[in-house]
C-alpha cells in the first residue's frame, strides 16, 4: 500500500466524522462498526479533487466504434499533489493537454493519464482548469456492462450507440475521476453525430447545432454526479415529451423519451401511462423527484435486459415494468445518494429493486403482481447460503452485481425490514436518509442506511444488519404448537444456522373458526416460548403468511400431550435431541434404556426450554435404544435408533 492510500483513508474517515460528528453512537471510536474500517476500496492514485465542471465534447458515428474529442475540466485540489492521475485506458491516446494556451506535459500508462505539475505541485484549494484532447478505439473491457457498445436494431438495421461505465468503464471512453468519492457540480456533453441521428444525455438539452452534414447535442446538467452516472445513447430516435403534475404538490416533472422508431406503438402508451403513478409514488415516499428543474427520461438501447440509471435520462434495453420502475427509483437511490464503495452497492440496488414492489404492491393491477415479487425474489435470495450483500471482493463486475446477492437478497431484506420496524419508521427513516443534507448529492455506506432506520424506529438493528447484510446466510425456523381452551402455547426455535441467532419479529397467524388471528414473537435468541389467547379452536397455524421473513420454509407441528406419546427424539452419537411437550410438570425425569433394560442415562428435565441437546455421559453402540419420560403421574416411551 502506497502513501496515497493511508491519505485517502484518512480523508474518506475525515469526511464520515464530518457528516456524523453529531452521532457518536454511530461512527466514534470503539463503537464504530467492524466492518466500516475497511469499507472504502480505492486506488493508490485517488485524487483528493473536487470537480466544479466537466464538459465532455466528442465526435461519434454510432455505425464506427472510434471516439475523438476532448474534456475540460474545472476543479479544485483539496490537498496538494505532484501529478494528477485520470483514469483514462492506454487505447485511447492523448493528442495534448491544455490549460488555457499552455501546453501541459503528460504521460500515459495502461491505466491512466499522467498531469505532472508544471511547478511540481499542483497547489490545494485553488482552481485549476485544463483540456484534455483524445481520441480512439474504445476497449472491449470483459469486466464491465460494455463500457462503449455499437449495435443495430429494427428491420432497418439502424446503427446505436451507447456508454455504460459502472463501475469502472468511464476510462474506457473518456478522460475521467472515476473513482467513488467524487462527484461533479456540473457536467456539460456536447456530441456531434452525423445528422439523422440524436444524441441523449444528462440535464437539458440547450441546443442542436448543424454543420457540414452533422449536428451536435448540446446538454446541460447542473445536479452533482459521479462521473459514472454521465450517459449518452446515439441513434435514430422519436422522441416522447410528457410534463407530469404531482399531485399535492406544486411539481411538474418534465420527461423526454428517446424511443427506436419501431418501438414506439408499444413504449409510448406505457410511458404515458404507467410512468406518472410511479414518479407520484416515489415523491410522496421520499421527497420530490431530485432532478426537478431538469428532467427525467430514458433513451433505448440495445443492451440485452436491464439498464442503466444515468443520470436524469436512463438507458433502456426495454420497457419492462420493473426496469422502468428500477431505473427511475435509481434517480433517488443511487443518483441523489451514492454508494460510498463498491462494496456497500446494495445501497443502490438493493434499494431500487426493492422499490418495484412499493410499485407492485397497488399500482399494477391491484396489486396483483406483489405476492409473486415476495415469493420469486425470496426464492431467489434463498437459492444457497453463501456469500453476504456486502460485497467483500469489489474487483469483479459479477460480484459487485450478484444478481442473487447485491440484487434479490438485498430488496429483500429491506422487505422485511419493513415489517420488522413497520411502515411509517421505515419510511420516515429513509425520507430521512434522503433528506440529509450530508447525505444529499453524496455517498452513503450501509452503516448510514442502518444509522436512519434505528432513529425513526427506535430499534437496534445491528444484529439484523450482522446477519443479513455483513454475514451469509438464513435461518431456518420451527414453530410446535398446542392449544388448551383460549390459550395457544407457541414454542419457536431458530434450527438453522445453528449458534447464529437471526433475531427478528416473526409473524405466524391462527385459523379457525371462519377467523384469524396475527400473531407476532419477538425472537430473540435461539428458542423461546410464548402463550397467546385465541378466542376460537384453531384449525392451523400459517408461519409468515404474507412473506416477509428471509427464512426458509419453516417447521410447523401440532404437538398433543404426553399422554398421547407425542414428543420427539432423537439420538446423535452422545447427544439426545429433545422436542418435549407443552404440559411437562417440573422434576420431569428422562431415562434412557438400551433393549436389555439397562438404564443408561438418567436425569430431571427442566421444563421450561422445549427444545433441549442433551449429553449423554457414555458413548453408545450403533443400535436400538428406549427413552422414557416421566412427568407427574404420565409417562411416554419412545424407540430410538442409533445409525452407524
Ligand atoms: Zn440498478
Known sequence: MGKGFIIIIGLLQLMAWKAYGQVPELMGGCKMHPHSQNRVAVSADFNPVRIFKQHLSIALDPAVRHISGQVHYRLQLTEARPQLAIDLDAALQVDSVWSGNQSLSFSQNPLQLLLPAPNGLWPADSTLEFSVQYAGIPPVNPNGFGSFMTAKHGPDSVPVLWTLSQPYGCRDWWPAFQTLGIRADSTWLSVNIPIGYRSGGPGLLQRIDTLGGRVTYHWQHHYSMPPYLLGLAVSEYEVLEQRIPIAGSTDTVFVQDYVYLEDTAYAFPRLRELLPPM??????????????????????????????????????????????????????????????????????????????????????????????????????????????????????????????????????????????????????????????????????????????????????????????IYGAGYPRYQVNWQQQGNQLKLHTRQLLPQGLPFAQKLPIRAYGDGDSLDIHIDFRGSQRSDVVIVPFTIDSLVFDPDIFVLSEPAVVQRLSSLQQGNFFASLNNDVLQLQLPFDLQPNAELRLYDLQGRLLHWQFVPAEQLYQEIRLTQWLQPGMYLLQLQSGNEQATKKLILAQ
Open 279 to 468: 414518479l407520484q409514488r416515489f415523491s410522496d415516499l421520499f421527497g420530490p423527484y431530485p432532478y426537478l428543474t431538469e428532467k427525467y427520461g430514458h433513451m433505448q438501447i440495445s443492451i440485452f435486459s436491464g439498464g442503466m440509471e444515468h443520470s436524469t435520462m436512463s438507458s433502456m434495453g426495454s420497457w419492462d415494468y420493473s426496469l422502468m420502475v428500477h431505473e427511475l427509483a435509481h434517480q433517488w437511490f443511487g443518483n441523489k445518494i451514492t454508494c460510498a464503495s463498491w462494496r456497500d452497492i446494495w445501497v443502490n440496488e438493493g434499494f431500487a429493486t426493492w422499490m418495484v414492489s412499493l410499485c407492485l404492491e397497488d399500482l399494477l393491477d391491484n396489486g396483483f403482481w406483489w405476492p409473486g415479487w415476495k415469493h420469486l425474489t425470496r426464492l431467489s435470495a434463498l437459492r444457497v447460503p453463501e456469500g453476504s450483500i456486502f460485497v467483500r471482493d469489489t474487483a469483479l463486475t459479477t460480484t459487485i452485481f450478484s444478481q442473487r446477492l447485491t440484487y434479490h437478497k438485498a430488496s429483500f431484506v429491506l422487505h422485511g425490514l419493513r415489517y420488522q420496524i413497520g411502515d411509517s419508521a421505515m419510511f420516515a427513516g429513509l425520507r430521512s436518509y434522503m433528506n440529509d443534507p450530508q447525505l444529499s448529492w453524496g455517498f452513503a455506506t450501509t452503516e448510514h442506511i442502518r444509522y436512519f432506520l434505528e432513529q425513526a424506529s427506535g430499534q437496534d438493528l445491528r444484529g439484523y444488519f450482522d446477519r443479513y
